[in-house]
């Protein structure tokens, strides 16, 4: 199992919402999150060998109104910010918030209205868990 | 929980701040002659963020894109970066340019946080954030080595 499938599986059973690679289906069920690699490079360690990868990975937390989307963000937060061991098949060495923001409200067909949440964090890990 | 801001509120830019390392290096100087070196320093750090996300930032194409490569433009070469000395030592921001051949409702500035960010209907094409991601140790060094030789 990967890393994006590892952290994909560990947030979907944390928060019990769909989990969508790079972006929402044609009718999303609410709430739903969206997980997106943004960008990645291997991290310097002391001795020669590069033990662990840093990715940044952008979660868009998507409700129906703004007390949903909260309260996602804040569990996703408790349960991913500072997260160190092992996640599915990798072994994640450490895990931090980076920044978040709100966009608009988003109207949509039937007079309903989209609340969104960007959740950056860093995480470091190794592949294969020794 | 850290503050939230809204994106798509302002325009898009990006900031690098000294940090508490940096505000302590510099007390010790005039206060004239530490704003000066702290800005030439960040200056010289942004600049290095901001050709990185040029080379990294998206170019459309017609008919999606009524102006490809703009926002490329924006930032290459005439990329606003500007500094100003704040609590943490100082704060550099990274923008990018206005475009004088475009429209002011079809400047880069205006869509960037769309492109970075994406939305439901699109993926996102983030290039500030890889650009800050990867360029940060050589822009870091940029400002040590300003500083280094401000303290000579």
């Known amino acids: ?130 | 929980m850290p503050t939230i801001r809204r994106a798509g509120d302002s325009k898009f830019y990006a900031i690098i701040e000294g940090g508490p390392q940096l505000a302590r290096a510099l007390s010790a100087l005039d206060r004239k002659v530490r704003q000066d070196i702290a800005k030439e320093a960040l200056t010289e750090g942004g600049r290095i963020i901001a050709d990185a996300w040029a080379n990294m930032a998206p170019v459309g194409a017609p008919p999606e894109d009524e102006h490809p490569g703009a926002y490329r433009r924006s930032l290459q070469d005439n990329a606003s970066v500007t500094a100003r000395s704040s609590a943490s030592g100082a704060t550099a921001a990274i923008r990018p340019a206005v475009l004088s051949d475009l429209p002011d409702d079809q400047q880069p500035q205006l869509y960037a946080a769309r492109l970075e960010f994406g939305d439901a209907d699109r993926d996102a094409e983030p290039s500030a954030r890889p650009a800050f991601d990867g360029a940060q140790r050589p822009a870091l060094a940029a400002i040590s080595e300003r500083l280094t030789r401000a303290f000579r």
């Open chain 1, 1 to 130: 199992m990967s890393f994006r499938s590892s952290l994909h599986s560990y947030v979907r059973d944390q928060l019990d919402v769909a989990v969508h690679d790079s972006r929402l289906p044609v009718r999303p069920m609410m709430p739903s999150v969206v997980q997106r690699f943004i960008s990645g490079r291997a991290d310097q360690t002391h001795s020669a060998p590069v033990s662990l990868l840093e990715k940044r990975v952008q979660f868009d937390i998507y409700g129906n109104n703004d007390e949903q989307v909260d309260d996602l963000s804040l569990t996703l937060l408790h349960k991913l910010d500072g997260y160190h061991g092992p996640m599915g098949d990798v072994s994640i060495g450490w895990a931090g918030l980076l920044s978040d923001l709100d966009t608009k409200p988003e109207d949509i067909k039937g007079g309903e209205v989209r609340y969104r949440r960007i959740m950056d964090f860093a995480i470091a890990y190794q592949e294969s868990r020794p």
